[in-house]
């Protein structure tokens, strides 16, 4: 190996590529999700967020006196099965 291969080699371990999730960075997601994103992220419908709130699958913060609903995002990574740091 020559010496500029092993310096990239120490450049990926110490840098991995950011994770993912349907092309979006996890790292560049806002602490409180909209029920749009949500649905974009999970590739399901506003419904069946909406639906799962109900149900307890995804737990829902109300907002404002209209009762917007806001996801955390660690609970949105935890469905996917992504543990955060």
């Given at each position: 190996m020559d010496?500029?291969?092993?310096?990239?080699?120490?450049?990926?371990?110490?840098?991995?590529?950011?994770?993912?999730i349907?092309g979006v960075?996890?790292d560049?997601?806002p602490?409180?999700?909209?029920?749009?994103?949500?649905?974009?992220?999970?590739?399901?419908?506003?419904?069946?967020?909406?639906?799962?709130?109900?149900?307890?699958?995804?737990?829902?913060?109300?907002?404002?006196?209209?009762?917007?609903?806001?996801?955390?995002?660690e609970?949105v990574?935890?469905?996917?099965?992504?543990?955060?740091?």
């Amino acid at each position: 190996m020559d010496e500029q291969s092993i310096s990239q080699d120490k450049f990926v371990k110490q840098n991995p590529a950011p994770k993912k999730i349907n092309g979006v960075s996890i790292d560049n997601l806002p602490d409180l999700l909209t029920v749009a994103e949500v649905a974009d992220l999970l590739r399901v419908s506003k419904l069946t967020i909406k639906r799962w709130g109900k149900r307890g699958k995804l737990p829902a913060i109300r907002i404002n006196a209209r009762g917007d609903r806001r996801y955390r995002k660690e609970a949105v990574l935890w469905l996917l099965g992504i543990q955060t740091e």
